[in-house]
């Protein structure tokens, strides 16, 4: 017994030379009451195993949805856990006929893991080339950061997909949110995407845009 | 249709200007007969929509795994067009009272999805506490790069989960095969870990190391 | 002059030592022959003064141009040194009337300096934000990377920005070339924008696509 | 007007999901009044469109300058907004026979960005080579990263350049004043120099230099 | 004595426009008081000389240990000039049959600098590769990051090496620690290792774990 | 023996299935003949344990240097397994009176760790602050990247320091050499620097300069 103490003597020196606050050095879950950095959320001081799960990874209710689609994401606001990790996930449901319209995320590329049914992902790179495929079961696809793309059902059934991202918080730009669901004022989308007047007027109704 | 030219023409000096070889610009497919560089294969000078899908995210056979598991991986070796785009992913299937040995990635962070069944998930930190948890579906557990973990089928059914990774190349380390899979000499491999040489030569035998 | 000899002797025994190739230690001018890797193009083996000048930071003919604006970029394909140095710059010149469509640049945020006349500079943030204001000569503005945003000449007179980028390959994406400047089916168009067909068939006129 | 309504609450359903403070996502504009950190200062928590704005991008005066040149910053201390994002401007000034004495910046490269006269710039590599030449209107020049460098006036009329970093916060090391403007004793500076004490002394007075 | 005056004006006012906090702008010493971000430890507000020396560098007390080696760390937590720099150091002294039982640093790669004596150093790769070697002084070595490794006095008298880190906070790992000391159940200990339950048994004995 | 074959084949096929090159995953020793990139070289594609150590770490002949200094460095080019991992080291040994004059590391922060004597070290930050001290064994120092600093030795002994640094590649540059050690025109040293010509002409004789 006395070989034990002194080992764990000798650890524990060991460890406060080279380690006081492991659980920091090792991952920095996000304390979202702090101001945030450029590096993220300063570290919650102490943390618990439930820490690193996220457990609302689950279908939402894809009938209410106009697009008839549901994204769940676990991004750093979410998920905490993920803050300075350079990683997170989402998933997403998409009724027969339902799809996310195109977007774009600033900060992440985006793996695409087909769950269940089949999917059309699609993205457009900036020489302007179209890459756009249906996807099973049993194939993923990735996006690379920042570029337009879109996914829809493609199929007769619910389909499901999880995502990946290479950032804990990759944003998320929709053109149609952009352009339409704000105070830009119309005469300044229709400068900048050459839309016909009338067209900018149907969809700022629909997307709750004024000016 | 002379506006139509005008277009384009003016977007093709745009593009001109700007972008020679956008494809290039966006992402970087490996090409993996190249000599590798500390941050990745050089970019193959064509692609497809081909190379942005990996068609082989099915399970494996795990009956011919001895630890009735199989891991899938799509790192950059498996799917040349996440190089340089800091994501990988891998699924995960193991039969009933499967699992995989204690191990680390050196290069990634890891986020485990639970696709169907109950995964016992569990990872050590550097001040030596013990995170570990039975997940099942609807459920994600983030492991921080570089720390020893593990996973095993903690049901009584089979059990998939989805992986992603932070990094196109996460690399692997078992502990042991690290130890007992190679030429490392059974003296040192006792000294280093305290275990008897009994235990070290059973070890060596069962994974096949010499030494 | 024996100790002039003796200290050249020692500054050369101490460059040989810590500096084989310094030019290349330095900066890394692409050689755009070579593959490109995720970090940018293998360095030329020799350079001049020549390499580190881009002498074509002239406004363009924006007479020709449909948008009366011509973009002229000094992106590492342009100007080979700034690889691997996360830095670029471009001139922005605009007629009376003139501007740049709606376009985010996945790779870089973008500083706008104003150098001759008024320009109107806008992004739109992920929560859906406007920022847009009119900017004369004495003010910068910054735009931060991956957003969708905008200029246009709000002057009587042409007008001038340099505008410098964080990388030396921001990319640009024209949402209006990405959706109607290429074979994207026009299904696929109308599902994820919502846009009218009429509109989108309008636009794939002007902008040259097909599908 | 029920179809909007739908759409507004899918989308703000959406956004929920993902994004919650999507300002702070996008940037984070330095709050100078926070402690920083090694990537920058924590941001604010709400902005303006006038955060993104430096609307002191004008000429000082140069007359009061005994080098005849005025160097105007926009880094992080004075341009908030660029906090994070790898990126900053700045403007020079000179007077006819104004410069810019012997410097370094330990933290970006830099580019320079003739707007009217014309300036001699020009660096040196670690292998000791000399990269000089003078610019004019339609040039530019890059400055790799740390490297001792200069610019001055080589024309009779008054010379301006716009100049971009790489960085937030390039830092900037004059050389005279690193070795003459401080209490740094003359007998360090003699030894690690091996200049005169007679010029240690003079040029001590000049830029005010104790020791 | 007024040329004097007016340089001093001069760079005074150069120093005010371009920086304000120079010493925040060129390291960060850390804060310990503050919560950590991803980046590191917010910067302290004054620093001395005395702040970057660390003057604990020594050998500790090698017959207190029963491994018979010490291990001085300078990470950040001991040394907080480093935070933010990417670096860091320690020293390890071995008393004659001392070493360091295998672990790994999930954040850093070491190079190993012999001051005195015979040291064995060897580390495995993940394609499972041994690289094994006894220096002595006049030889370093490099461990890639976050492989398993170790350390052994290989000779008949006392053995110091110096180690650099290529991290601030590089993080430690010992795999006896992780899986004898500390609550992981036996039972997952042998299930995820194939030790047999006595051999746990008596290592979680020696190194004070339960479960 | 049956279950160690299944084992065997069970952990062959996963290695199979996550890392084809593991060596290459884990490190790459730089193939110097090959063209740089940004990242550093691309990598030998094979590799023994000889390639991770560096032999010639010993003391030269400090009695032929006219500055009565020696730095033997291990960077990339001398020592190819660093290539990429962001550390390197060196040694520097001075003679009673010996030092290294004022340089700076243009991108790598420095660990200077005694070994033996007294070593007066010294750096200046960006805000023209002195940070000096005369350091003895048992100490360490750490120099920001990218600032001006020296060393001498400040015994009656010789001193040896070992010193690491944040970069494989750190790069160096001496003040004297960048001034007085090439063709940079006289005039120019003397209008950037305010040095009498008088005093430039002697540096230049000593450097040998030309210009």
Chains 1, 2, 3, 4, 5, 6 share one sequence.
């Not at 959320?41 to 209410?64: E, L, R």
């Not at 979410?78 to 977007?103: C, K, T, Y």
């Not at 053109?175 to 009338?198: K, Q």
Request: net charge neutral; glycine share 8%.
């Amino acid at each position: 017994m006395i070989s034990k103490m002194i080992f764990i003597i000798f650890f524990l020196t060991l460890l406060s030379h080279s380690i006081i606050n492991a659980s920091v050095v090792d991952f920095c879950v996000a304390d979202l009451s702090s101001a945030e950095t450029p590096s993220g959320f300063p570290c919650k001081s102490s943390v618990t195993i439930n820490d690193f799960i996220f457990s609302n990874f689950n279908s939402g209710n894809t009938s209410n949805s106009p697009f008839k689609a549901v994204f769940t994401s676990a991004f750093v606001h979410q998920f905490p856990a993920v803050n300075g990790l350079e990683i997170s996930a989402a998933r997403l449901d998409m009724d027969v006929g339902g799809g996310v319209p195109i977007h774009s995320h600033r900060g992440a590329s985006e793996i695409v893991m087909i769950v269940q049914g089949r999917i059309t992902v699609g993205f457009i790179s900036s020489d302007n080339s179209v890459f756009v495929k249906t996807l099973s079961k049993g194939q993923i696809m990735i996006i690379p950061q920042g570029l337009l793309h879109f996914q829809f059902n493609a199929g007769r059934n619910k389909a499901t997909a999880f995502l990946s991202f290479s950032s804990s918080n990759p944003g998320a730009q929709l053109v149609d949110l952009a352009l339409f669901g704000n105070n830009l004022s119309s005469a300044i989308v229709e400068r900048t995407t050459l839309l016909d007047p009338a067209q900018v007027k149907k969809l700022k109704a629909i997307f709750g845009g004024s000016g």
